[in-house]
Every structure is written in structure tokens, then in C-alpha cells.
Nanobody
Framework: QVQTVESGGGLVQDGGSLRLSCAASGWTFSDYVMAWFRQAPGKEREFVAT????????DYAGFVKGRFTIRRDNAKNEGYLQMNSLKPEDTAVYYCAAGFSLAQHAGGYFYWGQGTQVTVSS
């Protein structure tokens, strides 16, 4: 079965750090672009970051401001989002997704995980 599972979320204080992980099964991780999106209650799902198949190119949302780093380890079928200097406005459910290009629109991705909750307290 096709499965994408996020982990690593939790509760962190303002200014703290978290590393999110994305584990892929049932699909060949290295064949696809990987991305992270997030969705806060009552808000639209928004783009966070995306990374190319070989990990050599990446794109980030403006609100990242150098705080987040997207990585992937194709040998382990895993992707990561390192988040530093977290702010309360970063609070959301974070989703891992796979697609065919470095798009910033959710419609460009088709393998989605169930999400992991990130809560940043003020």
C-alpha cells in the first residue's frame, strides 16, 4: 500500500527547534520531488518547502526566513524538515507530500501523509 508517514512533531517553546521526518513506503521515494506543507485550524493549507529528487535543489516559502531546512535521504526513503527559531505562528499540522516538480501548490503533489502536529507556545 502507498503510505507516507510524518513524525517528529510536538510542543515546543517560542524559539525552539524540531525535526520532522517523512517515511515513504509503497512508492519509490527517489523518483519524486518531496515537499512539506502545513495547515493551521481555519486556514488554507500552505506551502513550506520542496526538494528535488536528488536533493540538489530546494525552494522555500518566504516565511521560513532561513529558519527551516529541507533534506532527504533516498537510501532510507526518508525526508526531513529541520525547523529552528520556531514561532507561535508556525503552529500547524505539517504534511509531507510527493510530486513531479518543485511546485508551491498542493495540487502538484499526490502522495500525502496524515500530518504531524507542531505547536509552538508563546
Amino acid at each position: 500500500q502507498v503510505q507516507t508517514v510524518e513524525s517528529g512533531g510536538g510542543l515546543v517553546q517560542d524559539g525552539g527547534s524540531l525535526r520532522l521526518s517523512c517515511a515513504a513506503s509503497g512508492w519509490t521515494f527517489s523518483d519524486y520531488v518531496m515537499a512539506w506543507f502545513r495547515q493551521a485550524p481555519g486556514k488554507e493549507r500552505e506551502f513550506v518547502a520542496t526538494i528535488s529528487r536528488d536533493g540538489r535543489a530546494a525552494d522555500y516559502a518566504g516565511f521560513v526566513k532561513g529558519r527551516f531546512t529541507i533534506r532527504r535521504d533516498n537510501a532510507k526513503n526518508e525526508g526531513y524538515l529541520q525547523m529552528n527559531s520556531l514561532k507561535p505562528e508556525d503552529t500547524a499540522v505539517y504534511y509531507c507530500a510527493a510530486g513531479f516538480s518543485l511546485a508551491q501548490h498542493a495540487g502538484g503533489y499526490f502522495y500525502w501523509g496524515q500530518g504531524t502536529q507542531v505547536t509552538v507556545s508563546s
